[in-house]
Structure formats: structure tokens, C-alpha cells
């Protein structure tokens, strides 16, 4: 549940539900370039986790196709839960074509289910010429492509106020250990350091992930990603202990250990950016900029910025990464469309209507960079293309839902237990372990 990108916000996602279609369009078509208008007469429907501001920049993604092909789009807002919504779907009788699915682990369940159709041909030849390996892997099963990576996020981006540190007379440290005793000089200045949304617990996922990636490099980070590494291994108790360093210090942490775990994505943002500032920096991925931007009225670069998640331990900066997929459904009322679509999406073109728009990042590295509205974009999404094959996916969205995409479970319950007393590192770490074993047994 890639809950942890939209902007959330200023939804629309009701209306758009109750009139089953666009309702919360982005205007007029855009214009895509010439097309024969071959699928006049057809509608292609899509389900995905967006809504607010991403929806209606999809939906000019949609309206550029419709002006190319001459088809129609419907799309519908499920909500974080999306593989529940498109199984009733599925079992009424009344599946969308076409799923932008936000986690490795649900397209996997999906494909074992037997609901998609492998990707046409014209579109795996345009994710091999245009994208790293490494997301052609997440996009198949059993050696079978599925999947097509339409939009990313690049989730190693620590976003700060260049006021904050500039009066603190600090500047973007490179390591861990810089960045936390960069934070007490920031909060010796008078603002805490950091403002940590605990009461989401997927970004304590995040928080690991980064560490643990830098920590014990990426061949454990795929190990432990895929259960055969238990969480009970040295490397994780060691990780856990890295972040618990950053969740004991009270110095650290805006409101401390009980104002993170009530604290959400968008209000850890607004603890930075909003109109009284708490805390001098937020870790989250590069979403936070949307936030930022519509929210609070940021300007990105100038008042809002990022430094990477620094090293840990001597290891390399981490790349960690999340996406939608695109994804055609076998008992899609028009699948020929949804392949179209899909054949489409793959596109710079495509990719270039959100890019425009804003709140955006393709893993297509076709995709020029002038295409991106602002310098900072244009920063991270040169580092996630840049970084090839060394990206790895979000380990909680590789992860089956039970363990790492369920609230008040798992590993987002776990996590915050040990915000709320990060004193065991290796409790914790068996704790972990046992909510694995069971999920990834189911």
C-alpha cells in the first residue's frame, strides 16, 4: 500500500466513487501527439491508490492517451487497500482492465491468484530499452513480466529548512552519526531536530530500510527482504540499534517518543513546513516535496530542500525506492485497451504529462530531465536513474500485507513498540522475526 506517497490531503476520492469515473479529471485532454484513434468507442478502466492531487494528475495521463487513441477512461480510487477492493471487484463480476498496484508483494499475490495477463510484447521491449533491469524484476513472476513501473519514489531523501540549518550553522552531513549530531546542534538552536511520524508506521519501516541497507549491504537487504534471512540475524539487531540511537533521543525528536507516535506523514511535514515550525528536518521519501509545496506553500529549493540518507557504518548511501505498477487484468471487461494503456505508459511522453505536472518521478530513463518541473526533481530523479541496478524496492511492499502493510500489525506495530522503547534491539528483532515467519508461511 504505497499509502506512504500520496499527498493525501484535499481528496476528492468520494466523487470520484460515487460517479465511478472521472470526476476529479484534470480538465480538457492533453495532447499526446497524432494516434489513428483505433480504440474510439472504447473504455478502459483503471483502479489505483490515488487520489487529491496524484489523482488528478493521472487523470491527465488518461486524458493524453483518450486524445491519442480515441478511448475513454474511467478511474476509481480504492483507497490504501487495494487488494481487497479489486478481489470483491474481481468476484462481482466488475474488474477494472487496468490496476496501478503500489506493492511488490500485492502484484505478486496477484499474479499467484491467476488475475493478470503477462505484458505485451511492444511493452517488454520498452521497459528492457528503457529501464534498469532491476525494475523489470519487480514487475515479473515466474519469469513472466506483469508489471510495468509507471511511477516511482525515491525514499532516501532526508527534506530539511535551509533556515533551520543555516541559523544552527550546519551544513547536509554524509553520514549517520554526522546527521545525528548535526541534529543536536539544530536543536541546541532551538528547534528539535527531527520530526518523526510514528503514528504511521510504515515510515519506521523506512527509517530501517535506509539504515539497513547502507548498514549490511544490499545482498542481506535481499535475503532478509525475502525471508530467507530471519530477523533474529546480527546485521538486523545491529540496524535496530543504529535507529534506536535517533528514537531514545529525546533531543532528537520533536514532541519526543509520544509526539512521534502521534504524529502522521503530513503532519511530520508540517512540524518542518508548515507556519510553526517544531523541527528542522523530516525524513521521508521525495513525496515530501508535494506536501511541502500544496500544503504549505513551500518553494522547493529554496525553502524546502533535501541532502541523501546519509551512509551508515562506512557503507554506500542507500537507494531505496517504491512504485506503482501497472498491471492488466485477466476479467477486465477490455483488456485489448488496458494493453494499449500499458503500451503507452511505458512511454516518455507518457511519463512527461506527470512530470510537468509535478509530485512525480519515473524510473524510465528515457524520460529527459528537463522534462521535471523544478531543480530538485530534476536532483532526485537523476540519483534514482542514476542509481541502476543498485535501487532496491521498499522491503515492507515486498513483504506479504500480514507483515509489512497492515496498521496495528506486523512490522508497523513492532516498529512503533520500539519507538514508544527502543531499549531491546534484540527483542524486537524476535518479535519481528516470529510476525514474519507467520506471514510468510500464509
Known sequence: MMRRRTTMLASCTTLALALGATACGGGGPVSAGGGDKALSGQTVT?????????????????????????AKTQFTSTGDNVSTVVGSKIEGGNAPDVVMVPQVGVLQQFAKKGWLKPLSATTEKSVDAGYAPVWKKYGSVDGHLYGLYFKAAHKSTVWYSPDALDQAGVKPPTTYDAMLKAGHTVSDSGLAAFSVAGQDGWTLTDWFENIYLSQAGPEKYDALAAHTLK??????????????????????????????????????????????????????????????????????GADANFFPFPAVDGGKAPVVSGGDAAVVLKDGKNTKAGMKLLEYLVTPEAAAVWAKAGGFLSPNKKLTLDSYGDDVTRATAKSLVGAGDSVRFDMSDQAPAAFGGTKGAGEWKLLQDFLRDPSDPKGTAAQLETAAAKAYKG
Open 231 to 300: 530477523w533474529t540475524d546480527a546485521s538486523v539487531v545491529k540496524a535496530l540499534g543504529t535507529l534506536g540511537k535517533l528514537f531514545k533521543d529525546r533531543q532528537l525528536i520533536a514532541g519526543g517518543q509520544k509526539g512521534a507516535l502521534n504524529t502522521d506523514f503530513p503532519g511530520s511535514v508540517e512540524k518542518v513546513f508548515g507556519p510553526k515550525p517544531e523541527a528542522g528536518m523530516v525524513y521521508e521519501g521525495d513525496f515530501v516535496a508535494g506536501v511541502a509545496h500544496d500544503q504549505f506553500g513551500r518553494s522547493i
Open 46 to 70: 483503471v483502479a489505483g491508490v490515488w487520489s487529491g492531487s496524484e489523482q488528478k494528475n493521472f487523470q491527465k495521463v488518461l486524458d493524453a492517451f483518450s486524445a491519442k487513441t480515441g
